[in-house]
């Protein structure tokens, strides 16, 4: 399983960014993905998640309402549409993959975190 994320970048508070994380390698119909987020000195971090089959999308409290992460099964693609960035929201983004069905959140984050299928990370640097 491979994952290519991309789409990182500088911007100023408030703008946006869309980060994509392209899955290959296999097929991903029963995979969920997700992005976690490493700041600099500091752990990698949840961000937010999607159940295998679209039903459920979850988020890190910081991201509600500003975050949006969808899922394009015909390009094993994963989105995370990034508005009203804060400077709070500069790291390296990372995508996971994991072969789940879980619906659940705490399920789907715990198995994102240890299925070891992560993308390479893109930098997002958002400037006050």
């Known amino acids: 399983v491979q994952l290519q994320a991309s789409g990182g970048g500088t911007v100023q508070a408030g703008g946006s960014l869309r980060l994509s994380c392209a899955a290959s390698?296999?097929?991903?119909?029963?995979?969920?993905m997700g992005w976690f987020r490493q700041a600099p000195g500091k752990e990698r971090r949840f961000v937010s998640a999607?159940?295998?089959?679209?039903?459920?999308?979850y988020y890190v409290d910081s991201a509600k309402g500003r975050f949006t992460i969808s899922g394009d099964n015909a390009k094993n693609t994963v989105y995370l549409q990034m508005n009203s960035l804060k400077p709070e929201d500069t790291a390296v983004y990372f995508c996971?993959?994991?072969?789940?069905?879980?619906?659940?959140?705490?399920?789907?984050?715990?198995?994102?975190?240890?299925?070891?299928?992560w993308g390479q990370g893109t930098l997002v640097t958002v400037s006050s």
């Open positions: 390698g296999r097929t991903f119909s029963n995979y969920a």
């Open positions: 999607i159940t295998w089959n679209g039903d459920n999308t």
């Open positions: 996971a993959a994991a072969h789940s069905r879980a619906q659940q959140r705490e399920v789907v984050v715990y198995q994102l975190m240890k299925s070891g299928y």
